[in-house]
């Protein structure tokens, strides 16, 4: 604080003094072109001009003189201000000739007021250095104080190095048998420079015991996890290669699934279109057995109507058997008659011989008709057998028809549940066709899913086989780092 003040002084006199220095420098300017605007008095002038140019010049060496000595300064400052003090006389004696005024910067000045105003500058020059002198003494005496206060402070420094040097050589004695692994040693805390600093490296010492210890139990561990894990990782290598075995046949399996899926496609696919033309033949055989039904309707009403034309025969046999025994009666009657013609024939004579061959021919006559009556009545009695076995088979015929009708009935239900039933089986071997089709796509992804599932398998099998040795070089690092500390000693064991 003490050197901070004088500093600033010194600064604040700086800047003064530069300002006094670049006043004089104005001064010397101005004459200076005062003296060139008098040419013709230049001889008289010249050793004036000579002087304040050398006072101009030296004005910035005097300001670094002022900066590190200020009584050469002032020497020199006041040398060069007789000087301007005698040329001001010699003028004033009038030993210097010339106009007594120079115009200078257009405005009329007078070479005393010029003198004057240099004197001036000079003159606070030399003050300022004055002052710059007194304030660089008492600068001096401050800094020999405070040299004393060094000394003091000197011998109090080396006290305490030496102190330090002592407690440093004591902690290195100390931690000498850390550099050989020594985890036992301890520093001895103490108050000097070093407490700190052993407090500091017990906690460190402290610190890496547990650090040994923990790498210690750690790399048993991780030695026993090794080991398990690569009894794992070849385990599970040796299950993906099994797995993988697995796969590949499971995939010719579902291959030779999809071919023979393929297979029943086709099948499936035949199997529809026969079962289509099925449901066109029960088609088919239903619109016959409805025609059947159609025509034995017919047959059946064709049957009846000759039935009934049979019955109406049978009927009339039965008026012809009727007038057969009619006649049959007439010609036994006729020959009756006959006979007895011939009989009164016979008692007339000659004269009934004529009416005789009547009788006769009549009587032949007679039992011709009677033959043929009985002829006709064998006849009529075998037509009527033969009309009442018509009729009767006609009624069997009849009821065989009407049978047949409700059997070409059901055949053609039946037939209309195997057209139902057809389309149905048509149906569904289509679906079944569209199934096995979707089944086989499925099979296709299904082989390529395995194959990709192969791959990974076998990946996975190369991974277990990477990661088997991985363990095998986890466990020479865990070994390594267990040699690595196994030359620190720990409390209450030998070695690490």
Partial sequence: ????????????????????????????????????????????????????????????????????????????????????????????????????????????????????????????????????????????????????????????????????????????????????????????????ITGAIADSINYAIEALRELVTTINATSERVAAAVVETRAVADRLAEAAQAQARQIEASNTTVAQMAQALDAVSGKTSTSAEVAHQSAGLAREGGERVRRTMHGMDAIREHIQETSKRIKRLGESSQEIGDIVELINDIADQTNILALNAAIQASAAGEAGRGFAVVADEVQRLAERSGHATRRIEALVKTIQADTNEAIISMEKSTTEVVNGAGLAEKAGEALGEIESVAARLAALIAEISTAATEVSTMAGRVAVSMEAINATTAETAAGGATTARAMGELSSLAQDLRQSVAGFRLPGAGAA
């Avoid at 080396?158 to 290195?172: K, Y």
């Fill in 1 to 192: 604080m003490n050197e901070t003040l004088p500093s600033a002084g010194a600064a604040g006199n700086a800047r003064y003094l530069a300002l006094i220095v670049l006043l004089v420098v104005a001064v010397a300017l101005t004459v200076a072109g005062w003296l060139a605007t008098e040419r013709s008095e230049a001889e008289n002038r010249t050793a004036l001009a000579a002087e304040l140019g050398r006072v101009a010049r030296s004005l910035p060496e005097l300001a670094q003189e002022a900066a590190h000595g200020a009584d050469g300064a002032i020497a020199r400052l006041q040398a060069a201000s007789e000087r301007l003090g005698r040329l001001a006389a010699a003028q004033d004696r009038g030993d210097v000739d010339g106009p007594a005024k120079a115009q200078v910067l257009g405005i009329d000045v007078d070479r005393r007021v010029v003198y004057a105003c240099a004197a001036v500058s000079v003159l606070l020059l030399v003050l300022l250095l004055q002052q710059q002198v007194g304030d660089a003494r008492r600068r001096a005496r401050e800094i020999e104080h405070r040299n004393v206060d060094t000394e003091r402070r000197k011998e109090q420094t080396d006290d305490q190095n030496r102190r330090n040097q002592d407690a440093i050589l004591r902690l290195l004695d100390e931690m000498g048998g850390l550099a050989e692994g020594d985890l036992t040693v301890q520093a001895s805390v103490t108050e000097d």
